[in-house]
Structures are given as structure tokens and as C-alpha cells.
């Protein structure tokens, strides 16, 4: 765990001093939340040893959140960019971190429920657990909303997409997780 490790202080501190370098605006709202959900991670890690994959990619959804929160573009945080039309850095985002929530999440709930549980379950409670995530972002940013001015979180339209593409990715995630690890599914 410790490269991992390594790379996620190094990214959040250089993160930390470009926001504060260019006066971002949610620096100290992204930053504290990187570190509270390392922390989280570090237990759950403890108990179930995640794989070096899973590390690697949560460091990586990590630093794709700072980039979304900290980093200005045309003086807006990347979230609010437009890549193609109307799809923003922030849809496309959304998909692969619950992906990547929901890869380790089902590495997770596989290892506590061995023996206990069957493999539809296990993706079951993968997705849930990936999509209850997501839903935690879209509460978190509804109090963002109504906390900080210009918080740049969408309206009622943009949070229910956040919602279906994070379940989308959930649900891919768990599909090829388990057919990597079983084969097709038979319910």
C-alpha cells in the first residue's frame, strides 16, 4: 500500500499548492475530503487487503477529483468543463469513479461474504454499496449548493444524470468484475 500512498500525498499536496497558487476556490472542500476518504480506505484495506489494482485506481479516481474540484479552467473548476456539447467533465467523470467504486467494492464484499453469500448477491451488494457512494457525492454537493455560493453542482436534471451514470458504471463494473473472476453468470 505504501507506493499508492506515496503518490496520493504527493498529488494532493501539489494539488493543494496549485489551488492556493491560483486562489481556487474549493481547495479546502476537496482537499479534506481526499484525505477523509483515504483514511476510509486505509481501514477497509486493513480488514480485506484490497488488491494493488484497486489502490492504484482509487489514487486514481482521487486525483481525478482534485483535478475536478481544484483545477481552473478559463477560471472554473475543470467539473464545469465541457469536453463534447453538453457533456461536461463531470459526467464522464462520475461513471468511471463508481466503476472504480464498484470494482473494489465488489473485491470487498467478495472477501467478507465467502461462503455466505452467492455471486448475485455479492454484485448486488457491490452495485449498492458503489451507487450509495455516488448518491452520498449528490447529497454532499446539495449541501454544497445551498452552503457555498457558486458551487457549480447543477440543478435537480444534472443530479438525477449523476445518479443514472453513476449506477451505469456501477453496474458495468460489477459485470466484468465478476465474469473476470467467474465467467458468466448463471442465476
Given amino acids: 500500500m505504501g507506493k499508492p500512498v506515496g503518490a496520493l500525498v504527493v498529488a494532493t499536496g501539489c494539488f493543494t499548492v496549485y489551488g492556493l497558487a491560483v486562489d481556487s476556490p474549493f ?3 476537496y482537499v ?3 484525505i477523509v476518504l483515504a483514511i476510509a480506505v486505509f481501514f477497509i484495506h486493513r480488514s480485506v487487503q ?6 492504484w485506481w482509487l489514487v ?16 472554473q473548476p475543470l467539473y464545469v468543463k465541457h469536453l ?13 469513479a463508481t466503476a472504480i467504486a464498484a470494482w473494489a467494492a465488489y473485491e470487498v464484499v467478495a472477501k467478507w461474504a465467502v461462503g455466505r453469500a452467492s455471486r448475485p448477491a455479492i454484485a448486488v451488494a457491490a452495485v449498492l454499496v458503489a451507487a450509495g457512494l455516488g448518491a452520498l457525492v449528490e447529497i454532499v454537493e ?7 455560493e457558486n458551487a457549480n453542482v447543477g440543478d435537480y436534471g444534472d443530479t438525477m444524470l449523476d445518479l443514472v451514470v453513476n449506477t451505469a458504471g456501477a453496474v458495468a463494473a460489477v459485470i466484468i468484475q465478476d465474469r473476470r473472476r467467474h465467467g458468466a453468470l448463471s442465476v
Fill in 50 to 55: 484490497l488488491s494493488m489494482a484497486s489502490l
Fill in 60 to 75: 486514481a479516481v482521487a486525483v481525478g477529483n482534485l483535478a475536478g474540484g481544484i483545477y481552473l479552467v478559463d477560471g
Fill in 84 to 96: 463534447v456539447g453538453d457533456i461536461r467533465y463531470d459526467k464522464p467523470f462520475h461513471t468511471v
Fill in 27 to 29: 481547495v479546502w472542500i
Fill in 32 to 34: 479534506p475530503i481526499t
Fill in 142 to 148: 446539495f449541501v454544497g449548493s445551498i452552503v457555498i
